[in-house]
């Protein structure tokens, strides 16, 4: 881990988060014979590591960087760590262990100081990473500055993203009891490409000249989310959703070969599928 931490000595790295650093910058192995853009040294004598070389990335070449996620069953002070990183720049473990001028024992005291939640908070990340991997976008939104929530980067992945809800529900646990509020915080994402697909019956829509769809929207997403825990062998009723229709082999099969045949007029850009796991993606330096 302390590799990870390493980075140059000049100022304008001191503020940037752990995912910002390795999104922003590639770190080498060698100094480029010819590189355009200044080469910082990233000097790693001090902690008995490698002396290793940084450029800017080109313009339009942002690298998406992601920590391995620890399962929520895993040790709960790596969890702090990781949650910790997410939330502060910190060159060492000292001031990563941090707060307001209070140095904690243990990442999980300072997460705790920090008021950071480890159960809901890394499952609300990795969605928001899947959906756009913008931080700073992220954070404007939060504080205020925007209305809006950021863009999916990618409108052609719904489906993935009720996978990786799924998926990260199972890792959680039933005892968890976090899928519907996740549901309901993302649900404009998950729902986006519903009224595209077949499960969307224009007989089945409330009546009036503006219907609220809302509802409807939520019933269908309910059965696509019971669907894909079908699949895994798991009940959706489990963890904590409420009115699901019983899902079957026939309708998973069904489902299959819809999606292969839209996949026929689909392009390639929206083919790109967000990870399935919580762990599928490790940080790549």
Not at 10 to 35: G, I, P, T
Not at 102 to 128: K, N, S
Not at 235 to 262: C, I, M, Q
Request: proline fraction near 4%; charged fraction near 30%.
């Amino acid at each position: 881990m302390l590799r990870y931490l390493c980075r140059p000595t000049a100022d304008q790295f001191d503020d940037l988060l752990f995912e910002e650093y390795y999104s922003f910058y590639v770190v080498e192995k060698s100094r480029r014979v010819s590189a355009a853009g200044a080469c910082f040294v990233d000097d790693r004598d001090r902690e008995g590591l490698s002396t290793k070389y940084v450029y800017r990335r080109a313009k339009g070449a942002l690298h998406v960087a992601r920590m391995e996620q620890p399962s929520l069953r895993d040790n709960i002070e790596l969890r702090a760590l990781t949650a910790v990183l997410r939330m502060k720049p910190g060159r060492t473990f000292a001031q990563l262990r941090s707060h307001e001028g209070v140095v904690y024992g243990t990442f999980l005291e300072c997460a705790e100081a920090m008021g950071i939640d480890l159960g809901d908070d890394q499952h609300r990340q990795i969605l928001r990473e899947a959906i756009n991997p913008d931080v700073a976008a992220w954070r404007a939104y939060d504080a205020g500055e925007v209305e809006e929530p950021p863009m999916m980067t990618n409108p052609g992945s719904c489906h993935a993203l009720r996978r990786l809800l799924v998926s990260l529900m199972i890792a959680a646990g039933s005892d968890s009891g976090d899928g519907p509020a996740l549901a309901e915080e993302f649900f404009e994402y998950l729902t986006m490409d519903l009224p595209h697909t077949g499960a969307w019956d224009n007989d089945a829509l409330p009546a009036g000249e503006d219907p609220n769809l809302a509802d409807y929207k939520w019933q269908l997403l309910v059965e696509e989310l019971a669907k894909l825990m079908f699949a895994e062998r798991e009940d959706l009723t489990d963890y904590g959703f409420d009115n699901v229709a019983e899902a079957s082999d026939a309708d998973l099969k069904r489902d299959e070969v819809g999606k292969h045949s839209s996949r026929r007029h689909t392009s390639t850009a929206h083919r790109r599928r967000i990870p399935d796991s919580a762990n599928a993606t490790a940080l790549a330096v």
